[in-house]
């Protein structure tokens, strides 16, 4: 949450960093803001998406070759003009942008109050900044040792960024918890929160690891070193990232966009993993692991949101092919409920950013209990891959729409890889059962263009006949038990459409109180396993008046014969029917909130990745 850039080079810096917020915005957009040393430090913020920034900036100066900007979602100090970043110090001479929070913070303000200081915000950043300079002017230290000298009496999380007015030649970042990357160009340094602002400017880009802090001086080498003082050397990698991803590519939003690339996203997922002629699933990543996998007595998925969903579908993957027992928690949870943790368990981690906080603590804390960690993760040099003792990362691509979509498919897609590994290799399942199912998920991608094709004209008729519902019931069995909780969560983020999710035999425990003629009921109904008691839990619906509809396999008549709106997806073998089912429901849920008129890329109250408890 929040995200940060900054830059320093010989080229205009607003530009440079007013498209990185655009590319960060996903992190948050309750306000931005962006300061600038030109002789002065002109620092402009302002409440609302970085378009209001831009507006309110338009003929002031914003020249300069070395600036700080960020994007913000609130935590501490509501959404306003005095609460954005970046802020200044005591006497406005030092500038802060920040990610993460500083705990200790009204202790530190406290202190700093009964020495003069007087502050413009309720915010945690403020007071960090107060406490940089104090520390500068009191030890009379330079502005990077200043940073040091304060990180060590902070307790909490951050990413930051720092510049003074009486040197523009200097940027100083430090991290951790929150992530931040610095790319080095051709006489230039940039810093953000990911490298999606980097990109185009340089490929050649250092991970910061927590409590590590860098100085960045025109024309020199980085300089990196820990906060206790520690000389480090660089470690530099190159980004592989395609700049057309970052784009909408035409379409009307990055979610459409990205719901559409789901053929090509589950591909790479399984580029060079399934091999289909060989009949085998390599996931190099975990090899190491692979055994620990294999005699595990137990494996808990941790994940939160549309994650934690991927790791139900794993739960019944992993049960149904290699027979180990599997529970699946919000991380939330996990980390805070004295949890019994054995060495023998083995914990995936599922997480699309690889920085929610509650999934990052949870691993930390099964990691000292001694599980063995594996993590499935997109974004590459992410928090969660560098703590876990190894993974597959999922390949999705950069997922930009805040809601979860491409991102979910993939998961599931590792998962049911990782399953059919672990089975084949403990014997849980035949060949021919094995050979059958890897050319079945080889299948997939090309099922889902088709999914696409048929399905997109009828979701957004269904959805034109349901977008003034005011709540919404999804309802599954099995397999697609977590296909409706991701349904019912896709629609409630982007259309603030009050929805649920229920394993549809539990409908009748409660639920179905609710139901009356105008209650939409999305019902995931593939001729597949429970189908004869999905089809009594649709009558049940029936008979209550409520209005069905219904994801069937191609060629149903017996559900379309009750059922108000069917639509219909191929017929797939059933663990790997989440994988088609979902798409029409992420279609649904887009088409509603477009026609609410909502902002389906940055839906209200959101951010992206969710670095605070
Ligand atoms: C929903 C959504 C969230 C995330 C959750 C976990 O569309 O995106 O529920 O799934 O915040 O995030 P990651 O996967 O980044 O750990």
């Known amino acids: 949450m929040c995200g940060?850039?900054?830059?320093?080079?010989?080229?205009?810096?607003?530009?440079?960093?007013?498209?990185?917020?655009?590319?960060?915005?996903?992190?948050?957009?309750?306000?931005?803001?962006?300061?600038?040393?030109?002789g002065n430090l002109n620092l402009y913020k302002r409440k609302g998406k970085v378009e209001e920034l831009e507006k309110f900036v338009k003929g002031k100066d914003v020249s300069g070759?070395?600036?700080?900007?960020?994007?913000?979602?609130?935590?501490?100090?509501?959404?306003?003009?005095?609460?954005?970043?970046?802020?200044?110090?005591?006497?406005?001479?030092?500038?802060?942008?920040?990610?993460?929070?500083?705990?200790?913070?009204?202790?530190?303000?406290?202190?700093?109050?009964?020495?003069?200081?007087?502050?413009?915000?309720?915010?945690?950043?403020e007071v960090l900044i107060h406490l940089i300079e104090d520390v500068q002017e009191n030890e009379n230290l330079d502005l990077a040792e200043s940073v040091r000298v304060a990180l060590n009496q902070v307790v909490g999380a951050y990413a930051i960024v720092v510049i003074s007015k009486n040197d523009n030649n200097t940027l100083i970042a430090a991290k951790k918890g929150s992530p931040l990357?610095?790319?080095?160009?051709?006489?230039?340094?940039?810093?953000?929160?990911?490298?999606?602002?980097?990109?185009?400017?340089?490929?050649?880009?250092?991970?910061?690891?927590?409590?590590?802090?860098?100085?960045?001086?025109?024309?020199?080498?980085?300089?990196?070193?820990?906060?206790?003082?520690?000389?480090?050397?660089?470690?530099?990698?190159?980004?592989?990232?395609?700049?057309?991803?970052?784009?909408?590519?035409?379409?009307?939003?990055?979610?459409?966009?990205?719901i559409f690339e789901q053929p090509h996203s589950i591909r790479e997922s399984m580029r060079g993993r399934l091999r289909l002629g060989q009949g085998i699933i390599s996931l190099g990543g975990i090899t190491e692991y692979k055994q620990k996998l294999m005699n595990a007595k137990r494996i808990i998925m941790i994940a939160c949101g549309t994650s934690w969903h991927a790791g139900l579908v794993g739960e019944y993957l992993f049960e149904e092919l290699t027979r180990i027992p599997v529970e699946v928690e919000y991380a939330s949870e996990f980390r805070y409920r004295k949890p019994v943790i054995n060495e023998d368990?083995?914990?995936?981690?599922?997480?699309?950013?690889?920085?929610?906080?509650?999934?990052?603590?949870?691993?930390?804390?099964?990691?000292?209990?001694?599980?063995?960690?594996?993590?499935?993760?997109?974004?590459?040099?992410?928090?969660?891959?560098?703590?876990?003792?190894?993974?597959?990362?999922?390949?999705a691509g950069p997922e930009i729409g805040v809601a979860s979509t491409k991102a979910f498919t993939s998961q599931v897609t590792l998962l049911t890889m990782m399953a059919l590994m672990i089975a084949h290799d403990k014997g849980t399942i035949t060949?021919?059962?094995?050979?059958?199912?890897?050319?079945?998920?080889?299948?997939?991608?090309?099922?889902?263009?088709?999914?696409?094709?048929?399905?997109?004209?009828?979701?957004?008729?269904?959805?034109?006949?349901?977008?003034?519902s005011r709540n919404f019931l999804y309802l599954g069995r099995g397999y697609n038990f977590p296909v409706a909780l991701e349904g019912a969560l896709k629609l409630k983020e982007i259309s603030y459409i009050h929805a649920e999710g229920y394993p549809a035999a539990e409908m009748k425990h409660g639920p179905i109180a609710l139901i009356d003629e105008e209650m939409p009921v999305v019902v995931i109904a593939p001729k597949k396993g429970n189908y004869d008691?999905?089809?009594?839990?649709?009558?049940?619906?029936?008979?209550?008046?409520?209005?069905?509809?219904?994801?069937?396999?191609?060629?149903?008549?017996?559900?379309?014969?009750?059922?108000?709106?069917?639509?219909?997806?191929?017929?797939?073998?059933?663990?790997?029917?989440?994988?088609?089912?979902?798409?029409?429901?992420?279609?649904?849920?887009?088409?509603?909130?477009?026609?609410?008129?909502?902002?389906?890329?940055?839906?209200?109250?959101?951010?992206?990745?969710?670095?605070?408890?």
């Open 4 to 38: 940060i850039v900054a830059y320093l080079g010989d080229k205009q810096a607003y530009p440079i960093l007013i498209k990185g917020l655009h590319r960060l915005e996903y992190r948050g957009y309750d306000s931005s803001g962006i300061a600038i040393i030109n």
């Open 181 to 258: 990357v610095i790319g080095s160009g051709d006489g230039e340094f940039l810093i953000a929160s990911d490298a999606t602002p980097i990109v185009e400017y340089t490929r050649k880009v250092v991970y910061l690891e927590d409590e590590e802090m860098a100085i960045l001086e025109r024309g020199k080498e980085i300089v990196l070193k820990s906060i206790s003082n520690i000389k480090h050397t660089p470690y530099f990698q190159e980004l592989t990232m395609n700049l057309d991803v970052l784009e909408k590519g035409g379409y009307e939003h990055f979610m459409l966009k990205e």
């Open 431 to 468: 060949n021919s059962r094995h050979q059958q199912i890897i050319n079945a998920l080889n299948d997939i991608p090309e099922q889902i263009e088709d999914v696409l094709k048929t399905t997109d004209a009828i979701t957004k008729d269904i959805a034109a006949k349901f977008k003034d």
């Open 533 to 613: 008691k999905v089809v009594s839990n649709i009558q049940e619906v029936k008979a209550r008046k409520g209005k069905i509809i219904a994801l069937v396999s191609k060629g149903d008549t017996e559900v379309r014969a009750v059922a108000d709106y069917v639509i219909e997806i191929p017929d797939v073998e059933e663990m790997l029917v989440p994988l088609v089912a979902t798409i029409p429901l992420q279609l649904l849920s887009y088409y509603i909130a477009v026609m609410r008129n909502c902002n389906v890329d940055q839906p209200r109250n959101l951010a992206k990745s969710v670095t605070v408890e």
């Open 345 to 395: 368990d083995v914990v995936i981690a599922i997480s699309q950013s690889g920085e929610t906080a509650d999934t990052l603590a949870a691993i930390k804390m099964a990691k000292e209990k001694g599980a063995t960690i594996l993590g499935i993760c997109n974004v590459v040099g992410s928090s969660i891959p560098r703590e876990t003792h190894a993974g597959s990362y999922t390949h």
């Open 65 to 125: 070759t070395i600036g700080i900007a960020h994007t913000r979602w609130a935590t501490h100090g509501e959404p306003n003009d005095e609460n954005a970043h970046p802020h200044f110090s005591q006497n406005k001479e030092l500038s802060i942008i920040h990610n993460g929070i500083i705990e200790n913070y009204n202790s530190l303000k406290e202190e700093l109050i009964t020495r003069g200081h007087v502050f413009n915000s309720d915010t945690d950043t």
